[in-house]
């Protein structure tokens, strides 16, 4: 039985690597919807369009030629763009161009029809909410803001890009802030979402808490 994957919680709190391993593990595959919004946000700035113009962004966005491969790579107008989408300027950007209900209307359609056939795990910070209400399995990651901050500090490191811890944490916070005030589906724990405070966890910890609740939920069947 395949079933579907809810990961939800704020900036850099590890939900997209976890949801990464998981998927091999499953055999499922991980869809980053954040990915998703930084390609919008992208597609502004190489269109000149400002972020906060939903109905120009939505007939952009209509126009362009996406792909969203099943191996994360992210394809727009011919161009891969998994880098280009990867800066702090576009982590701000998503956030901000993500406030847009028309935007998050159009994005939502495209993720709910990716997941309708099942075996998706998909991460983001309003799946168990909106996305996927039905989701099998309903997982809310947090971590201390520091401890985000510090592990985002760390990935960057290893892609060789140098950043400031303090710059980095001021940017988690005010993310944090924006995803969870905004008007439409702001960040927030489904109700029957499983809490998991990843702040003294290692990645493997946390991916193999997940797995044995996936194991359980699929022998229920
Ligand atoms: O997961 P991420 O940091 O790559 O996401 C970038 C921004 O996109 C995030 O700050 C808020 C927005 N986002 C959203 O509003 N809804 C989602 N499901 C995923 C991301």
Same mark, same amino acid.
């Given at each position: @039985?395949?079933? #579907? &994957?809810? &990961?939800?919680?704020?900036?850099?709190?590890?939900? %997209?690597?976890?949801?990464?391993?998981?998927?091999?593990? =499953?055999?499922?595959?991980?869809?980053?919807?954040?990915?998703?919004?930084? *390609? !919008?946000?992208?597609?502004?700035?190489?269109?000149?369009?400002?972020?906060?113009?939903?109905?120009?962004?939505?007939?952009? $966005?209509?126009?362009?030629? !996406?792909?969203? @491969?099943?191996?994360?790579?992210?394809? $727009?107008?011919?161009?891969?763009?998994?880098?280009?989408?990867?800066?702090?300027? *576009? +982590? @701000?950007?998503? %956030?901000?161009? %993500?406030? #847009?209900?028309?935007?998050?209307?159009?994005?939502? %359609?495209?993720?709910?029809?990716?997941?309708?056939?099942?075996?998706?795990?998909?991460?983001?910070?309003?799946?168990?909410?909106?996305?996927?209400?039905?989701?099998?399995?309903? &997982?809310?990651? !947090?971590?201390?803001?520091?401890?985000?901050?510090?592990?985002?500090?760390?990935? #960057?490191?290893?892609?060789?890009?140098?950043?400031?811890?303090?710059?980095?944490?001021?940017?988690?916070?005010?993310?944090?802030?924006?995803?969870? #005030?905004?008007?439409?589906?702001? =960040?927030?724990?489904?109700?029957?979402?499983?809490?998991?405070?990843? +702040?003294? =966890? +290692?990645?493997?910890?946390?991916?193999?808490?997940?797995?044995?609740?996936?194991?359980?939920?699929?022998?229920?069947?």
């Amino acid at each position: @039985m395949k079933i #579907n &994957i809810a &990961i939800d919680g704020p900036s850099a709190a590890g939900k %997209s690597s976890v949801a990464d391993t998981l998927a091999k593990r =499953l055999g499922y595959i991980h869809l980053d919807t954040g990915a998703m919004y930084r *390609m !919008v946000a992208y597609l502004c700035k190489v269109k000149d369009i400002s972020l906060d113009a939903e109905d120009e962004i939505v007939k952009a $966005l209509r126009k362009a030629d !996406v792909s969203f @491969m099943t191996d994360g790579t992210i394809i $727009l107008d011919g161009a891969i763009i998994n880098d280009d989408i990867r800066t702090e300027e *576009m +982590s @701000m950007s998503a %956030s901000l161009v %993500s406030k #847009n209900p028309k935007v998050r209307e159009a994005l939502v %359609s495209i993720q709910q029809d990716i997941a309708k056939d099942k075996g998706y795990i998909l991460d983001g910070r309003d799946i168990g909410t909106v996305v996927l209400p039905d989701a099998e399995i309903k &997982i809310y990651l !947090v971590a201390d803001p520091l401890e985000r901050a510090k592990r985002r500090v760390l990935q #960057n490191k290893i892609k060789g890009i140098d950043s400031d811890l303090e710059k980095v944490f001021e940017d988690i916070k005010a993310r944090d802030y924006q995803d969870s #005030n905004r008007k439409t589906s702001p =960040l927030k724990k489904a109700q029957d979402a499983i809490l998991i405070d990843t +702040s003294d =966890l +290692s990645q493997d910890e946390v991916t193999e808490k997940i797995y044995e609740v996936v194991k359980e939920k699929i022998k229920e069947g």
